[in-house]
């Protein structure tokens, strides 16, 4: 009831939202580009325009939806966006005017407000808040309750069913375990679908099988009643420290989750009490069932009608709903709602995931192990009071019972615990600040609980165990339980607050691992503790419990010194169930976790602060390179600092490497260290990244007084200064006219990114480079051309980019990724600002590919491949294809080679003779693409080869793919220009690097004589209005049906311009060029090529005669910067 209630307030809040701000429904995620939003003309016909702000994004530091603190946006960019009748179809002009698909956001991720924001749970009142915690405390204390009360009517139970004590402890024993399985389900299950309905249906489940195991008959009715409520039980312990993680934050844990701990501690304490009384009354014992009912009957209807749902993504996604139903505009998406999974494939997750970090995770596995000792000495004191103060006093069944209060004494002597251990963490706090402003406490702050009750655990123990003795009253045990509870609840305190400011959003999870574990061998210990008791005796039962938890008391001293008191301590820990072989020494990589958001990782010669989504500082032979710069980062178009990672963990190690893994929604970023190396070796493996998915990339941004210059293939030296960006006038996207008329761009540092070396940013004495060794994941062809750095335009960050999968060339064609795809791994390399060695290191690199990582275990494809390919092509004219550019690419695509980008590429040349050869190539089907290359002898063959169905299988030895027969065109050539490798560089000004505003020297009009001009009078582009002539002779007469074929290769192509192609004057119209698809290669800078277009026109009969003859090219529609790029013209007769 209250979940409906609040989630209809939740579309009254939207509509009020935004009809305050019309952004404002975005909270705090709003799109990162900044622009500038055109609106419809009004009635007058002018125009309205809006500067849109700087917009800001959840913090680095705190990747919880509930996060308010601002980060920096990146602007890749800037676009106007027109509005459509329908939101999802909006298309992106650049301010030049051209066409640009590539940043199309197709979702507007929501959130909440950055302040006071009735949405956000922990922007909720203080009472709103407080109830909430004491509803799940009390539903805490009611399940409590539940596993011990049966403990107090042993002897009745086993009189009854006519069974030993032992097997009468067995409904106490199997509900624990019940308890312990359903934690693994109850909790992550609450991260799929919210807190409510799992506390709702797993209470109702409850209180069904209280009825079941309260009427049972026998005893297998009974226990399989027990076991299953257990199960359904385990939902408010499990889910209870995620649900105050909802709505409290980190500081305010210090007092509430306390709070929560003493009152839901206090139902298994209480619930022998009870128990044991009504074993002694006339009641039957079946009332132990009866009475949990009442009471979780009550709590259940309290939940229903005053418990609000707590859970930030699902409360962001009933957002979400509402913006979509109130604006009509679908693109608006809670990021729950991004999952690409299933939702039987996420609940699966979520189970495996508990069971995985229990035993992946150190920190999980040690905290586990100290509870549980702590579960097992008082829930063996549930069976073990009876030979304590039955056996030993002679009390009656009640009066033992009683003797449980003392447990209870001791869980309210921790009270004045809370503000001394808040006092401790405010220091914590205001230390961490002092170094790093946006910085948190580390987890380790909440280790002051087990430091302070931790040793009370075994002296306890020894307490008793010596002291519960005829002679000796039994005040004395009852005092050493105190101490008992006090020092339990202490362990209880730490290991809960320490797990969830570790492992944050998924604190339900680590909890339902510590769940797991403790009460599946208390459960056990139930069983095993009366026959213990029996057969040692107390003193020295109890004296083996004081002697473990005594072994586990250095745990919290271990943990707070390393950390608290030696922060610099590097920590090497494997994740991976501590089977791996990690490096040892001074200058061993190393990972060291210091919170579930960030991690240090490195060498003796490097280290990297990994943070939730941004990589900052880092350190490279002892100095910082990323100064106010925003640091390394991965993100996808329209998403900076997309992904956040959640888990960092070893997966694979030798004595000389770590393969470090960093989990994230989207999937696992890899980095992968060496001893001694200078830089680390990265890969990405795709799980849920959004599809479909153009651009995405990790980027390195860098402190700009450090990395003055750039270098890729055609550029070497100096990047602009902010000052100079901020003196010019801007004139398209992200290029600047300073007062000289030279222009700044920043797509004159692209590069031929799959034939590209190293590229990279230097200054004095430090450079950082991306090494690509093989280029067999990167998108496109050969020709596949990227933005490589640049200097930031806002900040003057240096720039350094990492295309993993790129458009700024291209058509903005989207893919859609495989889960399981891999990128890299490619090597992010740091060295002394040589350009020479990054260079040489590529080279070295190239010879060590591929890597002997990832392993098999991760990605089992990286090493099924065959050594070697190979074949040969010859023409059907009989020659052979001699420098053919060829390819294996997608199997059965409508694709151009260019525009591929979702499996594996490999690129090479033919040699003279039409041989070709690819080495290291991934087992799969693939297609075998040729066309004539740059350089080559067949400049004249406008056909291509495409031959599909080519199968690649893991081989030691080559596989030789045999001959391939290439159809060429049967027509004999009038003439041509140029060369149909679909690059300009046989033109004027073509193939000499980016420039922007090179485009301006082509002349409006060219006359172009065959036979007489040379190829370079025609220039690489047509952008100004104009016409340009080829005229040629024709030494004889056409026959009278002879039809020519014009045949026109377009380099690259604008949207927006118009060719007209006549003959003989403009008397005979032979075709047209307009609306081609657009790339962006001519108004960024490129004068290589942009995406290739083929087309040919039928000059009609009787156009052509003999002597002179014309045909012209008229721009009859331009724009500046815009235009036709071109590759050849060929005429041909038919």
């Known amino acids: 009831m209250q979940s409906i209630l609040q989630y209809r307030r939740f579309g009254n809040l939207a509509e009020e939202q935004l009809a305050t701000d019309p952004e404002k429904g975005l909270g705090s995620r709003k799109p990162s580009l900044k622009c500038k939003k055109h609106f419809p003309a009004n009635d007058s016909g002018s125009k309205a325009s809006v500067a849109g702000d700087e917009v800001s994004m959840v913090s680095s530091q705190d990747t919880s939806p509930n996060s308010r603190r601002p980060r920096e946006t990146y602007e890749d960019e800037k676009v106007s966006i027109n509005p459509s009748a329908d939101p999802l179809n909006r298309s992106v002009t650049t301010e030049a005017g051209g066409e640009d698909t590539s940043n199309v956001s197709k979702t507007v991720p929501v959130g909440f407000e950055p302040e006071n924001d009735p949405m956000n749970p922990r922007d909720w009142s203080f009472g709103k808040r407080l109830m909430v915690t004491i509803v799940v405390s009390f539903m805490g204390v009611i399940v409590g309750w539940s596993s011990s009360i049966d403990s107090g009517i042993i002897p009745q139970y086993a009189e009854e069913f006519g069974v030993s004590e032992v097997v009468a402890s067995l409904p106490t024993g199997l509900f624990l375990v019940g308890f312990g399985t359903g934690a693994v389900m109850s909790g992550p299950f609450s991260e799929t679908v919210g807190r409510n309905p799992i506390y709702i249906i797993t209470l109702i489940v409850f209180m069904l099988l209280l009825v079941g195991a309260g009427l049972a008959q026998n ?11 257990g199960i359904f039980a385990a939902t408010p312990l499990a889910c209870a420290g995620g649900t105050i993680a909802d709505v409290w934050t980190p500081e305010e844990q210090v007092f509430t989750f306390p709070i929560y701990a003493i009152i839901s501690f206090s139902g298994p304490v209480l619930g022998p009490v009870v128990g044991g009384w009504i074993g002694q009354s006339n009641l039957s014992w079946r009332w132990t069932e009866w009475v949990t009912l009442i009471g979780a009957g009550i709590i259940l209807v309290t939940v229903i009608l005053f418990q609000p749902e707590t859970y930030a993504p699902i409360l962001l996604k009933w957002k979400a709903i509402h913006l979509r139903r109130v604006t009509g505009d679908d693109r608006y998406r809670a990021e729950i709602e991004l999952r690409q999974t299933s939702l039987p494939a996420r609940l699966l997750l979520a189970m495996y995931r508990p069971v995985v970090m229990l035993f992946q995770e150190p920190t999980i596995f040690l905290f586990s192990l100290y509870l549980t000792v702590a579960y097992i000495i008082i829930f063996t004191f549930f069976t073990g009071y009876e030979f304590i103060y039955e056996g030993i006093y002679g009390l009656t069944q009640g009066e033992t019972a009683l003797c449980f209060l003392g447990l209870a004494i001791g869980l309210l002597l921790c009270i004045p615990l809370i503000p001394l251990n808040a006092k401790l963490r405010s220091r914590d706090i205001t230390r961490t600040k002092e170094t790093d402003p946006a910085g948190k406490a580390p987890p380790e702050s909440r280790l002051y609980w087990a430091t302070i009750g931790a040793p009370a655990l075994p002296i306890s123990m020894f307490w008793m165990a010596w002291t519960a ?15 008992t509870a006090f020092g339990m609840l202490c362990i209880f305190i730490t290991c809960y607050q320490y797990l969830i400011d570790t492992y944050g959003t998924y604190a339900a999870s680590a909890l339902s691992s510590l769940t797991l574990m403790r009460y599946l061998v208390s459960g056990a210990m139930i069983e095993v503790s009366i026959p213990f008791y029996k057969n040692m005796g107390v003193p020295y039962t109890l004296t083996i419990l004081g002697c473990i938890s005594a072994v586990l008391v250095p745990i919290p001293y271990v943990f707070y010194n390393s950390i608290m008191l030696f922060p610099t301590l590097v920590v090497t820990a494997a994740f991976a169930g501590g089977t791996l072989a990690l490096p040892t020494g001074d200058d061993a990589p190393f990972l060291k976790v210091v919170s579930s958001t960030e991690a240090i990782v490195g060498n003796s010669i490097w280290n990297a602060t990994v943070g939730a989504s941004v990589v900052k500082p880092i350190y490279y032979q ?20 997309s992904f956040n990672f959640s888990n960092a963990t070893i997966v694979d190690s030798d004595d000389d490497f770590i393969d470090v893994q960093f989990t994230t929604s989207e999937g696992e970023q890899h980095w992968v260290i060496y001893r001694n190396q200078h830089g680390a070796y990265q890969y990405f493996i795709n799980k849920a990244l959004p599809s479909p998915l153009g651009e995405w990339r990790s980027v390195s941004r860098l402190d700009n007084a450090t990395f003055t210059n750039g270098h890729t293939t055609y550029r070497q030296g100096a990047l602009p200064e902010l000052s100079e960006i901020e003196s010019g006038e801007k004139v398209q996207d992200e290029t600047w006219e300073l007062s000289d008329g030279s222009y700044i761009t920043k797509y004159d540092w692209s590069d031929f990114i799959n034939s590209a070396k190293a590229w990279g940013v230097y200054g004095d004495g430090i450079g950082c480079w991306y090494i690509h060794p093989s280029k067999e994941y990167i998108n496109g062809d050969h020709l596949k051309q990227e933005l490589m750095l640049h200097r930031e335009s806002s900040s003057g960050d240096t720039v350094l980019l990492n295309m993993i999968h790129g458009l700024h060339f291209l058509t903005g064609e989207e893919h859609e990724f495989a889960e399981g795809r891999v990128w890299g791994p490619w090597l992010w390399y740091l060295n002394n600002g040589s350009v020479e060695d990054a260079n040489a290191k590529y080279d070295e690199e190239v010879q060590s590919w591929p890597y002997n990582f ?10 099924q491949r065959a050594s070697s390919v190979s074949g040969v092509i010859t023409l059907s004219d009989g020659r052979a294809a001699s420098g053919a550019s060829v ?16 499996n594996y590429y490999y690129r090479t040349t033919a040699d003279s003779d039409g041989n070709f050869s690819f080495e290291n190539v991934r087992a799969a089907t693939y297609a075998l693409y040729a066309w004539a290359g740059n350089n080559s002898d067949i400049g004249d063959v406008s056909t291509n080869l495409t031959a599909n169905g080519i199968e690649i299988s893991e081989s030691t030895s080559a596989i030789e793919l045999g001959e391939y027969t290439w159809d060429t065109q049967n027509r ?7 060369t149909l490798d679909r690059l300009a560089c046989s033109f004027k000004n073509g193939c000499s690097g980016y420039h922007h505003g090179l485009s301006d020297e082509s002349p409006a009009d060219i006359e172009y004589t065959i036979n007489s001009s040379e190829t370079s009078d025609w220039s690489y582009v047509q952008t100004a209005e104009g016409t340009w002539q080829v005229k040629f002779e024709l030494s004889d007469n056409p026959a009278s049906d002879a039809v020519a074929i014009l045949s026109t290769s377009l380099a690259g192509y604008s949207s927006g311009v118009n060719i007209e192609i006549t003959a003989q004057g403009g008397n005979v119209t032979v075709g047209e060029l307009s609306d081609l698809t657009n790339d962006p290669s001519v108004y960024r800078s490129s004068t290589f090529c942009g995406l290739h277009r083929y087309e040919e026109f039928e000059v009609p009969a009787g156009t052509l005669v003999k002597g002179s003859n014309t045909i012209e090219f008229t721009v009859t529609k331009t724009s500046q910067w815009h235009g036709f790029m071109w590759n050849s013209i060929l005429l041909e007769w038919s």
């Open 887 to 902: 390819m294996l690419g997608d199997n059965e695509s409508s694709q151009l080679p260019a525009e591929q980008g979702v």
């Open 469 to 483: 003795r005829v002679g000796i009253p039994f005040w004395s045990t009852l005092a050493a339980s105190v101490l």
């Open 219 to 229: 005893l297998a009715g009974q226990l399989v009643s027990r076991t299953l409520a």
């Open 854 to 863: 990832p392993n098999a275990d991760i990605e089992a494809g990286h090493h």
């Open 972 to 978: 004999t050539k009038i003439w041509q220009i140029g």
């Open 622 to 641: 002892g100095k910082e390179i990323v100064g106010d710069a925003k640091g390394q980062y991965y993100s996808y178009v329209d998403q900076t600092e």
